[in-house]
C-alpha cells in the first residue's frame, strides 16, 4: 500500500510501538517526525532506519507533559513539512511517574497521566489539525483494558486518562468529520519490544506465559510491526469511513471471558 507524499508526526517513536508505527509508515513511502523525550540516540536511530526504507524525517524533542512544548512540536512540523496527514498520538511517561494504587496516589502522579494523554491529545490535535488538509488521519494509542477495568490498581491515573483520551476521540471525530478527518483510537494489547520488556524478568514471563498459554487466542504477543501495520492500514483512502473507533489490535486477546479460564474457553 503506497502513503507517498504524506507526512506523519508519531510521538514517542524513539523506542517501542510508536518507532514500530514510524517504521511501518516508512515503508508505505510516508515521511515521519520522530519525537522522543529523552533517549536521543534512539530517535536517530529510528531516523536512521526511515532513510534505509527510502523515506526520510527529522527528530524532535519534546515533554508532552508540557503544553507549550506541544506547541513546539507542531512549530517544527510546519517548518520540515509546511503540512501533515497524520498524527499519532503515542507518547506515555516511564511507569514510575505515575503508577500508583488509588487510595495513595499523589496529585503529580495523577497529572503525569492526564497531562501526557487526555490534554496532550486535545492540544495535539488541535495543532495537527491546522496542519492538515481534508481525509487526514488522527489516532490515539490506548490501552483499552486498562481504561475499562479495575483490576490493575497502580494503573488508576493511566487507565482513567486513557479513557479520557479514548472519550475525547469520539468528539474530535465528530468535530472533523466534515473536514473528512477520521480520529480512531487503537488499543494494542501486551506488545514486545516495548516497555514490557524494561518489566522485572518474573512479570515478563508471567505475561508471555499467560498469552502464548491461551489467552491471547493467536497465541503470541504483539508486536510495534503489528500496531504499525494497523495504523498504516487505517491510513488508506478505503478507511476513510471509520472514524470515532476504538480498535483493538491484539490477537483477539479483548475477546475472552475473564470469569472463565482460558482453557476452558479454548476447547
Ligand atoms: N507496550 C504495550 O504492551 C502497550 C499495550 C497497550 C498500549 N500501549 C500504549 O502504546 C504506547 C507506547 O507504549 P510503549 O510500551 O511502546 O512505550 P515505551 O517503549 O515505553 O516508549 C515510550 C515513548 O514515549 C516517550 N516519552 C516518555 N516520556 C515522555 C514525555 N514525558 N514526553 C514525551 N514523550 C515521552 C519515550 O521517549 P524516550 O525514548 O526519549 O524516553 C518513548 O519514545 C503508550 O501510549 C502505551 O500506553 C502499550
Redesign the pocket.
Known amino acids: 500500500m503506497s502513503l507517498a507524499g504524506k507526512h506523519a508526526l508519531v ?10 508505527i514510524a517504521l511501518k509508515l516508512a515503508e508505505s513511502g510516508v515521511k515521519v517526525g520522530i ?6 540516540r ?2 536517530n536511530n529510528t531516523l536512521e532506519e526511515i532513510r534505509k526504507r527510502g523515506s526520510n524525517g527529522f527528530v524532535i ?6 503544553p507549550e ?1 506541544i506547541s513546539g512540536i507542531f512549530q517544527r512540523v510546519k517548518s520540515e513539512f509546511g503540512k501533515l496527514d497524520i498524527f499519532v ?7 514510575p ?1 505515575f503508577f500508583h494504587p488509588p487510595l495513595t496516589i499523589t496529585l503529580e502522579q495523577w497529572n ?1 497521566a492526564f497531562d ?2 487526555a490534554k ?1 491529545f486535545l492540544l495535539g490535535v488541535r495543532e495537527a489539525v491546522s496542519l492538515m488538509g481534508d481525509s487526514g488521519r488522527i489516532f490515539a ?3 483499552a ?2 481504561s475499562r477495568t479495575g483490576g490493575l490498581q497502580p494503573w488508576v491515573a ?1 487507565g482513567s486518562a ?1 479513557a479520557a483520551m479514548e472519550c475525547l476521540v469520539r468528539y474530535f471525530a465528530v468535530a472533523l468529520a466534515k473536514r473528512g478527518i477520521t480520529v480512531n483510537a487503537i ?12 518489566l522485572p524478568q518474573q512479570a515478563q514471563d508471567l505475561l508471555r506465559n499467560w498469552h502464548q498459554r491461551g489467552w491471547t487466542p493467536m497465541g503470541r ?2 508486536t ?1 510491526q503489528d ?1 504499525g501495520n494497523v495504523v498504516a492500514l487505517f491510513c488508506s483512502e478505503q478507511a476513510s469511513w471509520i472514524t470515532g473507533q476504538l480498535i483493538y489490535a491484539d490477537g483477539g486477546a479483548s475477546l475472552m471471558n475473564p470469569e472463565v479460564p482460558p482453557e476452558i474457553q479454548l476447547n
Open positions: 510521538t514517542g517513536s524513539s523506542r517501542g510501538i510508536g518507532r514500530g519525537h522522543y523525550y529523552q533517549n536521543e534512539a530517535a524533542q519534546a515533554d508532552v507533559t508540557r512544548q498520538s503515542n507518547a506515555r511517561p516511564e511507569v511517574a503525569t501526557s494523554q496532550a494509542i490506548t490501552y483494558e486498562g493511566m486513557k488499543s494494542p494489547g501486551w506488545t514486545e519490544d516495548s516497555v514490557m520488556n524494561t504477543l504483539g510495534p500496531i
